[in-house]
């Protein structure tokens, strides 16, 4: 939403630019500052150091395995 939002205020502000580098710019502003303030509402902002990255192939075996399966109590 945030990203369609953008796009389509850029091309309604700058009607005589179609260049997909200029509105993709704004798109992904809009985007980062939907992430920024998500991580601060659910309290996980500065916690980046503690994110351990895992490949694709790590995580497909994860979920094939059910080690990732919901778990409702």
């Given at each position: 939403?945030?990203s369609?939002?953008a796009?389509?205020?850029h091309?309604?502000?700058?009607?005589s630019?179609?260049?997909?580098r200029k509105?993709?710019?704004?798109?992904?502003a809009?985007?980062?500052?939907i992430c920024?303030?998500?991580?601060?509402a659910f309290?996980?902002?500065?916690?980046?150091?503690?994110?351990?990255v895992?490949?694709?192939?790590t995580?497909?075996?994860?979920?094939t395995?059910g080690?990732l399966?919901a778990n409702?109590?």
């Amino acid at each position: 939403m945030a990203s369609t939002g953008a796009i389509r205020k850029h091309l309604i502000e700058n009607t005589s630019n179609f260049d997909p580098r200029k509105f993709l710019k704004d798109s992904t502003a809009a985007m980062s500052d939907i992430c920024a303030a998500r991580f601060e509402a659910f309290g996980s902002a500065g916690n980046a150091d503690k994110i351990k990255v895992s490949s694709l192939d790590t995580m497909s075996q994860r979920y094939t395995s059910g080690e990732l399966d919901a778990n409702i109590k």
